[in-house]
């Protein structure tokens, strides 16, 4: 049987973390579905949730008035979605659009944070965790904004 511990434990954001720290994790998640086209959230709103993506794929998008939506990368299977819960003032940067199907662990992020008051070394453990991941995506936004831009006179 797999419970959500199992799921966490080999979910490669998650791997090597204690047991205990994956069973309190656990205790803020829940399973969620998206159909294609249907947006996970948008740029501005509450960063209530983030999700560890179980299967499809959802492209993250920035959009400029008068320009189709820029797509900076697509998420898929082992990836996580969202980070803006943890870094005042908790309001998403992108907008989230599933390309097909997809099935996610959602995280009360007001848990998570709650989660990591709690229990300090498991904060630091997941700031790191995020860390990186926001490097990623800033260095993906990049990219992405050279390769649209950078070809113009």
């Known amino acids: 049987m797999h419970t959500l511990e199992t799921f966490l434990a080999q979910h490669p954001f998650f791997a090597g973390m204690a047991p ?16 294609a086209g249907t947006y996970l959230f948008h740029e501005g ?3 209530n949730h983030f999700y560890a993506i179980r299967q499809g794929q959802v492209a993250l998008e920035i959009v ?13 299977q082992g990836d996580i979605l969202g980070w803006s819960w ?4 908790y309001t998403k940067q992108f907008d ?3 390309v097909d199907h ?7 992020a007001a848990c ?15 700031l790191k965790r995020f860390a990186r991941l926001i490097g990623q995506r800033l260095q993906a936004t990049r990219l992405q904004l050279l390769d ?3 070809t113009r006179p």
């Open 20 to 35: 205990h720290q994956l069973q309190w994790l656990a205790a803020c998640a829940s399973n969620v579905r998206f159909e």
């Open 96 to 98: 989230a659009r599933a």
């Open 112 to 126: 998570f944070r709650a989660k990591c008051e709690q229990d300090p070394a498991l904060g630091y453990e997941l």
């Open 45 to 47: 709103d509450a960063a």
């Open 148 to 150: 649209v831009y950078g």
């Open 102 to 108: 997809v099935v996610a662990l959602a995280f009360d």
């Open 86 to 89: 943890l870094v005042p003032p």
């Open 64 to 76: 400029a008035p008068g320009f189709e939506p820029i797509t900076i990368e697509t998420l898929e």
